[in-house]
């Protein structure tokens, strides 16, 4: 019902924004200026028959009278484990870019070098993270980061001992090449 109680000032918000008076757009969408007052003031209960015409008039949707609803903002999907590497995601699953948190272990197998479209980006939280690219062979340690074309051969795993946390960032194709496909 809040929603319902937020239309009349959003609609009076979108009629002020185009500098109409009430008389203005109540004309323009064929109905009395006193039925759009006490549609604006929360005085008349809003319907379709009534606010079709005057979203229209507004060039907006009824959708955007309503307002978004306010979702959760917590993410709530499960870490995975696979292949040496514990995934925690940090965005939601219809995400475009996507982030997770990544513990690369030790005793992880050797994987070999990948190639997908699009571009990945990481930052260690803490331990090594060897980063195998291209020809090039980098450790990074904590508080480093690094960014690349993953149409480059590129494979990751923890250096020495101890495992690297890392943060990734994959648009949605690294995403699936890389945490989805059967290991190879």
Request: net charge neutral; hydrophobic share 35%.
């Amino acid at each position: 019902m809040e929603e319902l109680e937020r239309l009349g000032p959003r609609l009076r918000t979108a009629r002020q924004e185009r500098g109409w008076t009430l008389e203005e757009l109540a004309g323009r969408a064929g109905m009395s200026v006193s039925t759009l007052s006490r549609l604006e003031s929360g005085k008349r209960q809003a319907s379709l028959e009534l606010l079709l015409p005057l979203t229209r008039q507004l060039g907006i949707r009824v959708d955007d009278l309503l307002g978004p609803r306010e979702e959760d903002p917590r993410v709530r999907r499960p870490a995975t484990c696979r292949d040496g590497m514990t995934v925690a995601p940090l965005t939601r699953e219809a995400s475009e870019v996507r982030a997770y948190k990544i513990t690369y272990h030790p005793d992880a197998p050797e994987r070999e070098p990948r190639t997908h479209e699009g571009h990945d980006w990481l930052y260690v939280l803490s331990g090594r993270l060897r980063l195998v690219l291209g020809e090039q062979q980098l450790v990074l340690g904590r508080g480093e980061a690094a960014e690349f074309d993953t149409t480059t051969p590129h494979s990751m795993r923890a250096e020495g001992s101890r495992p690297a946390e890392v943060i990734s960032i994959f648009n949605s194709v690294g995403e699936r090449l890389h945490l989805h496909s059967p290991a190879g």
